[in-house]
């Protein structure tokens, strides 16, 4: 898989979050952190002559609200709603009383609340929502129970606005009772056991849950719903999965078990039986823009670079989503194949979110390849300005000026911020490795220990400080013990076994040398430990070995100086 592409995968719980696609949830019917809020006039208003012992109890009630005493606002707003008898005021005493934790007063103002507006389904959810606090269930349930009589043909579709209602209510074990009891009369209906499936995940009693969901699907057995719930139940991975493709062979056209089955496949890193899933559900609905963002990214993670590109473009094009993102990875696209000017369009297009700093910075070397560093660092220098105190840019600056050669530059911007901050670590640490490229090895000794007195646990500054030594063939006994130190503190750092390798090499311990690197080189392919491993091999007389290595590095690395450097070394 294209390292460019490689984190991609975190982008995959797509368009939505999580894996399963669940209906909408809506919390019952409460009021707002803060009740205080100004009652809004409405034409609707009952006449009411403005006496001033109602605009006295107007204030008090106001500015009580105000100063936090919420039991002497929702007092008076409670008697000032039973003198006017004006819905919004008997509203407001309710929420304000709900929230002094007051439940008596909430539900006589609520349902005069109702009586008063007697279509307002808020003041009906309010009601349910103190009965329940108030741990009145058996009332609840015969309110309930009233209420699902009278919807006729869609109690079903009542009983499962109702488990939406509750479902963040954190008494779980008085809703799953109160299920239990409104359900009773309709256990012939399938949304009855599926209430009472998720009633019982509530609680965690997934032993009745998995009965319900069972029950809920022999009386329904094609309902996407259900059988998303019952997913669910399932342990994640190939049981959860052969249930989701054995729902799907039965019922093919299942759009929300198809898109659940797609996201569990991503979960389990199975990106091409995603994509299949997914291309499935792009045939039925070509513009759903979730979709086709899916489809993009799961592309990406292929290497199906031009696929990708159709899908994101014309996702782009839809205009809705995650636009940002897209843009992005469609700058990434461009850049790799080497259209600089459409992977600049596209980078300058992110305008918000994760992806903007990336691709500020991937804009900056896109720039800094044509030749146009100073643009380049003028972008970057623009970006910190926004955001001064975020020592990446600078730092990301500081590593394009040396990636591109530029090390006295480098040097010079890092040590001017270090010279403000003399104790930040990165810098230390950034500033350090620059100056070795001017050969101020005084000046990167330093540096290194004064970052080991600040963070003993930097494995990075003994490594660093270690390898220094061994490349210059200097202190190897030293070197040894700042290299050691170093493994203690990260044993499967390849930069880290490169560095001991390497010091064995100058120890003049070929064969353990070689073991050492090959070790790191299989952990990361790297063009300077590949240029160790070949100087091994040349040493140890194995000449065709070093140069394929060497070979093949280059490859993938044409530029890389310390490479360059080795082979031209071995081989003029």
């Known amino acids: 898989m294209n390292s460019r592409f490689r984190s991609l995968a975190l982008a995959l719980m797509l368009a939505g979050g999580g894996v399963w696609a669940q209906a909408p949830q809506s919390p019952p019917a409460t009021p707002q952190d803060s009740p205080v809020k100004p009652v809004e006039p409405e034409s609707s208003l009952p006449k009411q002559e403005l006496t001033g012992q109602v605009l006295y109890q107007f204030l008090l009630a106001e500015i009580a609200a105000q100063r936090g005493q919420f039991p002497l606002a929702a007092g008076a707003y409670l008697d000032l709603a039973n003198t006017t008898r004006d819905p919004r005021i008997a509203k407001r005493a309710a929420e304000i009383a709900f ?41 609840l349930a015969d309110s309930l129970s009233r209420d699902l009589a009278a919807s006729g043909p869609q109690v079903g579709e009542a009983l ?4 939406r209602a509750f ?62 719930v019952k997913a669910d139940l399932i342990p994640r991975g190939a049981a959860q999965l052969d249930y989701l493709a054995g729902f799907l062979a039965a019922n093919p056209d299942a759009r929300d078990v198809r898109l659940g089955y797609a996201r569990s496949l ?21 513009d759903n823009p979730d979709v086709l963002y899916a489809v993009g990214i799961l592309s990406l993670q292929l290497n199906d670079v031009a696929e990708a590109e159709q899908h994101l473009k014309k996702f782009v094009a839809i205009g809705r989503g995650e636009l940002d993102g897209a843009r992005f990875y469609l700058g990434q696209i461009a850049d790799q194949a080497g259209r600089a000017d459409e992977a600049l369009g596209w980078y300058d297009k992110v305008a918000a979110g994760e992806h903007v700093q990336p ?9 800094m390849r044509l030749g146009r560093s100073d643009e380049a660092r003028e972008r970057i220098s623009a970006a910190r300005q926004g955001d001064p105190d975020d020592i990446r840019l600078l730092l990301v600056e ?56 600040l963070k003993p646990d930097s494995a990075q500054a003994y490594n660093a400080l270690g390898y220094s030594f061994a490349d210059r063939n200097q202190r190897l006994d030293e070197a040894a013990q700042l ?43 790297d063009p300077e430990i590949a240029a160790h491993v070949g100087e091994v091999l040349w040493a140890l007389g194995r000449r065709d070995d070093a140069l394929k290595v060497w070979r093949e590095a280059q490859k993938g690395s044409p530029t890389n100086d310390v490479l360059a450097t080795t082979i031209k070394r071995f081989v003029p």
């Open 483 to 525: 290299i050691d130190k170093a493994l203690s503190l990260g044993p499967d750092d390849f930069y880290i076994l490169d560095s001991k390798g390497w010091l064995l090499f100058r120890q003049g311990k070929l064969a353990e040398a070689l073991e050492m690197l090959q070790k790191a080189f299989a952990k990361k392919p």
């Open 266 to 286: 991503v979960a389990e890193k199975r990106y091409e039986a995603s994509r299949i899933e997914f291309r499935h559900l792009l045939a039925s609905s070509p």
């Open 398 to 453: 500081a590593q394009l000026l040396r990636d591109f050669g530029r090390h006295a530059d480098a040097y010079a911007l890092l040590t001017g911020e270090l010279d403000k901050q003399p104790e930040q670590t990165d810098l230390l640490y950034e500033t350090a490795l620059a100056a070795e490229k001017l050969g101020y090895y005084d000046v990167l000794e330093r540096h290194l220990r004064r970052l080991m007195q």
């Open 167 to 228: 479902s963040r209510y954190p008494d779980k074990a008085a809703v799953q009772r109160l299920f239990d009891r409104i359900t009773e009369p309709y256990l012939t209906l399938p949304e009855a056991h599926l209430v009472r499936a998720q009633a019982a995940i509530g609680v965690r009693d997934m032993d009745r849950a998995r009965s319900e969901i069972d029950e809920t699907l022999r009386l329904k057995p094609s309902w996407e719903l259900a059988a998303l």
């Open 99 to 139: 929230h002094a934790r007051q439940y008596g007063p909430a539900l006589e103002a609520a349902r005069l609340w109702q009586s008063l507006e007697p279509d307002a389904v808020q003041a009906r959810q309010l009601i349910s929502t103190l009965l329940l606090a108030s741990g009145r269930v058996e009332e």
């Open 359 to 367: 691709a500020r910075i991937r804009a900056a070397q896109v720039l």
């Open 160 to 163: 499962i606005r109702l488990i």
